[in-house]
């Protein structure tokens, strides 16, 4: 009986090097990782309330076909916002929680998240006012994300900041 | 925490044990052969099947079928049953996509007859069935009310309201229905997303494919299932659309709750799931099967749009073209099915995720018409090669609680396909082959190329020679409309 032994530490072939030159700035980055049935992103940010922010960001270039940025969220552009009041069991789920009301919002009325001011961020609870642009804007979505998952979830602090990774069901 | 440690075994040609170590609770048992076996070892998706080897009642090995590849929670092309009283569902098992299934129209034209309309049947399809990002319709948005009588009543909905045929539900998994659908557990939410959606492809992987039979290997069963050399075919790939995402997102926040509070250990949060016995899992059950019996509706009135297409294009009714549904198959799905576990017969909770039943000849809920032949099955290739016909077998009801494999399985992630397809015309490199493109997103034809996937063929012989489906017929694409 012939026997293979499995590495069970693969890691993602893509990382941040793999994005060209992309400059870490102050609000953070994210960018797209390998996954062969789905789609997922990495995030880092200096703090959890912008690793929340650019996660979102990132949401939103996924949508629209983009491969990783490190946006200036822009809310002056927004068509309109909302405030978004959230719960889950712990910080994990809870940025789980936050990316699906966003992706929520834009599969039932069109909406496309551009910024968010955290108001209030605890390991159980998230109120934001979240900026979107409206369906009119001159930006059409490239793909349809069924769903932010659970899967390889991590959100950790890394050195002086914090890095999130998120697995999306395409 | 993932299970570490784990290793894998030939059994035989075609199949491979991850014998049971640490948490698990019983053996993973993979279908594949030798060529096979690099791509899958080459992402995560054995340690998924050894992590799903872990959850409560799981009955019989945690199954992997040659397609397999990295999803998320369950790979994608696994196969897990469980006890009704000790084990689980999991909302991960089945998906976010409730009831993603594949249906076969046949006609009575053969390609060289259609050849020359192709290309305006491809246009007139193009605009009459909603295809792409968010698609949504027009013309016909239902009331929350209707939509609840969609999630009970499935196909048959759609046949009373004039899109199909009555016969067509005799030649559907379930009738077209699955019981116990309980639209009072599907959200506001999902309702008001299933509103405007029914009928409609979506994108990513979704297609509607008219193709032809370019290889017949089973007589008989491809009698039965109206398949001659030649016969133009139509494939419908989709599913529940928005309102079944809605539907998996709710429960997997309530499964979580529910993972925790009957102290179920997951070996990764997307496993999360409740007690098939549990308050929880009963509603969960009631609005699954809701979503399902929407996507078999939503199949049903895109296969009336194609009927109806043909019928203008060529100037006939679809019943003079002999468009005869041959059947609707789903393979993300969970379902309370009898089988024989450890020689005992006993009602078992399948888990299907990305993967096909396969019932064998004369079980009861093989229609009629197929029961000496057994169950049909479709496995879609990629767009640029081929597909196949598969039906059901004991091999499948005794090994792998009547299932088997769903398509080709990716091989590569979209960002490397993209880059793959980069300076390529794609639509223009297949239409020199003879394959319309119809899409609504260039992107999506990149990311779909046909060195995307697995070589279909490869993965129909594992499964047929491992007795666990039998080739019936091939078929080759001339027009596909992909989301």
């Known amino acids: ?170 | 925490m993932a299970v570490e440690g784990y290793r894998l075994e030939k059994i035989d040609d075609h199949r491979w044990r991850i014998p049971r170590t640490g948490p698990m609770l019983t053996d993973g048992l993979v279908f594949a052969d030798d060529e096979l076996i690099p791509h899958i070892e080459s992402d995560k998706s054995l340690q998924q099947v050894a992590n799903v080897a872990c959850l409560p009642g799981i009955q019989g090995p945690s199954i992997a079928m040659p397609d397999i590849h990295w999803g998320y929670g369950f790979p994608i092309g696994g196969v897990a049953a469980f006890d009704l009283e000790e084990g689980i569902i999991s909302p991960g098992g089945v998906g976010y996509d409730i009831n993603c299934g594949v249906r076969l129209l046949r006609t009575d034209l053969t390609a060289r007859d259609l050849r020359p309309q192709l290309s305006k049947l491809m246009d007139r399809l193009y605009r009459k069935v909603p295809s792409g990002v968010g698609a949504s319709r027009s013309d016909l948005k239902l009331s929350l009310h209707e939509v609840t009588r969609v999630l009970s009543n499935g196909a048959a909905w759609a046949v009373e309201n004039g899109y199909g045929w009555a016969q067509d539900l005799e030649r559907i998994e379930a009738g077209g229905a699955l019981d116990g659908a309980d639209p009072d557990q599907v959200s506001q939410r999902a309702l008001e997303r299933g509103r405007a959606q029914v009928g409609t492809l979506g994108s990513g992987n979704h297609f509607i494919e008219i193709g032809y039979v370019s290889e017949i290997s089973d007589e008989e069963a491809a009698a039965a299932l109206g398949l001659e050399m030649g016969t133009v075919t139509a494939f419908i790939h989709s599913g529940s659309r928005g309102l079944g995402y809605q539907v998996c997102d709710d429960y997997l926040k309530k499964m979580l709750q529910a993972s925790e509070k009957y102290g179920i250990v997951l070996q990764d949060r997307q496993l999360c799931s409740a007690p098939l016995g549990s308050d929880e899992a009963k509603r969960y059950l009631g609005a699954m099967r809701g979503a399902a019996n929407y996507a078999f509706c939503n199949r049903q009135m895109m296969a009336h749009r194609v009927r109806e297409t043909f019928a203008e294009v060529l100037g006939q009714s679809a019943e003079r073209l002999g468009m005869r549904l041959v059947y609707d198959v789903a393979h993300n799905i969970a379902k309370i099915e009898t089988h024989r576990v450890n020689g005992v017969e006993k009602k078992v909770c399948v888990h299907r995720k990305g993967a096909t039943r396969a019932f064998p000849p004369g079980h009861p809920e093989v229609p009629e018409a197929y029961r000496h032949v057994g169950q049909p099955i479709f496995i879609p290739g990629d767009m640029g090669r081929y597909s196949y016909v598969l039906v059901g077998t004991e091999g499948a009801y005794n090994e792998t609680f009547g299932s088997t494999c769903h398509g080709a399985g990716r091989m590569m992630s979209r960002k490397q396909a993209k880059r793959t397809a980069k300076g390529r015309a794609i639509v223009r490199e297949l239409e020199g082959r003879g394959i319309l493109i119809r899409a609504a997103s260039r992107a999506t034809v990149d990311e779909e190329i046909s060195e995307a996937y697995k070589d279909v063929k490869d993965v129909v012989q594992v499964v047929h020679r491992a007795g666990i489906g039998k080739i019936v017929a091939q078929l080759k694409p001339m027009g596909v409309l992909k989301g």
């Open chain 1, 1 to 170: 009986m012939a026997s293979v032994g499995i590495d069970a530490t693969l890691q993602y072939s893509l990382g941040p090097q793999d994005i060209g030159e992309a400059m870490h700035d102050a609000r953070g980055r994210w960018w797209t990782i390998e996954h062969t049935g789905d789609l997922g992103i990495e995030v880092e940010a200096p703090s959890l309330p912008a690793l929340f922010v650019m996660g979102a960001c990132g949401m939103t270039g996924v949508l629209l076909g983009l491969e990783g940025d490190s946006p200036e969220p822009e809310p002056e552009s927004a068509a309109l916002s909302r405030e978004l009041v959230l719960e889950a069991p712990d910080r994990e789920a809870l940025l789980v929680e936050w990316l699906r009301e966003l992706l929520y919002i834009h599969a039932s009325e069109g909406l496309l998240f551009t910024a968010a001011e955290m108001v209030e961020l605890t390991d159980k609870e998230l109120v934001a006012r979240a900026s979107f642009s409206s369906p009119e804007d001159e930006v059409s979505p490239e793909r349809e994300l069924k769903g932010v998952t659970y899967h390889d979830l991590e959100l950790s602090r890394r050195g002086d900041g914090w890095f999130a990774r998120i697995v999306f069901d395409l």
